[in-house]
């Protein structure tokens, strides 16, 4: 379930709850002269599409420069010790921060190179905390 909040007015924040998922590499290939693009990530599309449907409804379409912070909530291993908060290992956290990137364009920005200040942390999911991503999108003047 998403909890969606505007803690100002220019200011909107959520929470996708899910295992965020990174975008992976791109691969093409030609198949009968048409060009055709996988992703070597599976689960890409049903996250992303989570975002997407999670964004919609607090849609705005800003133009103008955007700051996205966002915050990554992964799940943490049993054998790992609870003092330990952050995630250290794969997924990178730039392939994560670019499958919301590429989740929000077209419904919070035009486009993501509107985005112009990026604040982005990932850790472990504490006791009874949710896995998931929490998102931060600022009106930049």
Sequence with gaps: MAEVTKTAVNVISFFVAGVPTPQG???AFVVKGKPILTSSNKNLADWRRLVSDVAQQY????????KLNVGFILPRPKSLPKKV???LKKPDLDKLVRSVCD???????????QIVTIQATKSYAANAESTGVLIEIERRS
């Design 25 to 27: 590499s791109v691969r």
């Design 85 to 87: 908060q952050w995630h």
């Design 103 to 113: 989740s929000l364009t077209g419904i919070m920005w035009q486009d993501d190179s």
């Design 59 to 66: 849609a705005c379409m800003i133009e103008g420069p955007v």
